[in-house]
T-cell receptor, first 115, second 110 residues
Framework: EPEVTQTPSHQVTQMGQEVILRCVPISNHLYFYWYRQILGQKVEFLVSFYNNEISEKSEIFDDQFSVERPDGSNFTLKIRSTKLEDSAMYFC?????????????FGPGTRLTVT | LAKTTQPISMDSYEGQEVNITCSHNNIATNDYITWYQQFPSQGPRFIIQGYKTKVTNEVASLFIPADRKSSTLSLPRVSLSDTAVYYCLVGERRDDKIIFGKGTRLHILP
């Protein structure tokens, strides 16, 4: 069964450093998402991406965050200058069409630790 | 998006059937009901979606009464590996993002 993959599984970085989290969505999917989950808290929506542009973003997704689909397979989330409060699990998700909103397929996540 | 209310946590034993009920009193005509499952340290996983009556797949059944103001996720004969957080979501199929609540933390005991 096709699945979303994410790398790395765990990233440790120092405050103020830039990090890039990588995702390979399911190959024929058209909609892409990033979510995050701070330890012990809810899964939070960050951004959705379709047709090479951001469709929607949350208040969390400020100027420090950016997303990119640099080629036909990867989808990346960049945090320019990490803060301690960016420590969380980051999940990438993808969806095939626009008609089944909740049928998103999530990756295993990247645990980001900012020290 | 319709607000949902579900139990914070539930315990059950292996081999039992588990029913998790979700209330969504202000569900709209175009809203669907969807359940996701999240194992510890993993991403959420789509389980089942329905609009009315009953839907069944290889993982679970979803029961939706005629007024659609609640729904029940039924897991038959649970095992330890069903220990997870279960999220009830209500919204239109054309909605883009998913807004997760706190979900129900299901703990299966041996």
């Amino acid at each position: 069964e096709p699945e979303v993959t994410q790398t790395p599984s765990h990233q440790v970085t120092q405050m103020g450093q830039e990090v890039i989290l990588r995702c390979v969505p399911i190959s024929n999917h058209l909609y892409f998402y990033w979510y995050r989950q701070i330890l012990g808290q809810k899964v939070e929506f960050l951004v959705s991406f379709y047709n090479n542009e951001i469709s929607e973003k949350s208040e969390i997704f400020d100027d420090q965050f950016s997303v990119e689909r640099p080629d036909g397979s990867n989808f990346t989330l960049k945090i320019r200058s990490t803060k301690l409060e960016d420590s969380a699990m980051y999940f990438c998700a993808s969806k095939l069409t626009g008609t089944g909103a909740y049928e998103q397929y999530f990756g295993p996540g990247t645990r980001l630790t900012v020290t | 998006l319709a607000k949902t209310t579900q139990p914070i946590s539930m315990d059950s034993y292996e081999g039992q059937e588990v029913n998790i009920t979700c209330s969504h009193n202000n569900i709209a005509t175009n809203d669907y009901i969807t359940w996701y499952q999240q194992f510890p340290s993993q991403g959420p996983r789509f389980i089942i979606q329905g609009y009315k009556t009953k839907v069944t797949n290889e993982v679970a059944s979803l029961f939706i009464p005629a007024d659609r103001k609640s729904s029940t996720l039924s897991l038959p004969r649970v095992s330890l590996s069903d220990t997870a957080v279960y999220y009830c979501l209500v919204g239109e199929r054309r909605d883009d993002k998913i807004i997760f609540g706190k979900g129900t933390r299901l703990h299966i005991l041996p």
